[in-house]
């Protein structure tokens, strides 16, 4: 079976892969580590995800020893993700990244990281969503500059970022494909007298609430 650590385990996410990954003959959990401040530590992994007592407690990196897994899986903060990096290089171990709303120098570090130790990363994993993105991509080829393009994304209550990874992802596609730079075109919500709304813009609008899957 292949040994997996989960970084970021006792979020919404790291929750769920506990489960995925304890449901799947094919995998076992490693590890499954959480920051040093947080109080689920020394919490038991299986009791957290809702499986059953695994006897794998939630550690901080610092505790797991990597010799023996296989692949680290990591959905933490933007702000940990260089440090993550650094982890699975220092200890030659591959891993899939899910964290989103990385900025350039984030992004920089997972490039650079990308040449030493195989690396996974997307917005979002999901087949729909990124079909949805390639089929956008395409609109806008043959729409090219005659179409205004809106992004609208509604997330529950309990994301952390705005806009998603996945808002952006998208917004990022259809700027590459009608070669625009979504840093200089990208608005982020509107307010006031804006006046008229300029043809290169690409607008984003965020909703958060309940408990919508996104």
Known sequence: MLPISILGASGRMGR?????????????????????????????????????????????????????????????????????????????????????????????????????????????????VNLLIKLSQQAAKIMGDTADIEIIETHHRHKIDAPSGTALALGEGIAKTLHRDLAKDAVYG??????????QQIGFATVRGGDVVG
């Open 190 to 199: 509107r307010e006031g007298h804006t006046g008229e709304r300029p043809q």
């Open 16 to 128: 769920n892969l506990i489960e995925a990954v304890v449901n799947d003959a094919q995998t076992q959990l490693h590890s499954a580590t959480v920051r040093s401040s947080s109080s689920m530590l020394d919490v038991d992994a299986g009791e957290l995800a809702g499986t059953g007592k695994l006897g794998i407690a939630l550690q901080t990196q610092a505790e797991v020893e990597l010799e023996q897994c296989a692949v680290i899986i990591d959905f933490t903060l933007p702000e940990a993700v260089a440090a993550n990096l650094e982890w699975a290089i220092t200890h030659n171990t591959p891993i899939v990244i899910g964290t989103t709303g990385l900025n350039a120098q984030q992004l920089a570090a997972l490039h650079a990281a990308a040449k030493h130790i195989p690396i996974v990363f997307a917005a979002n994993y999901s087949v729909g």
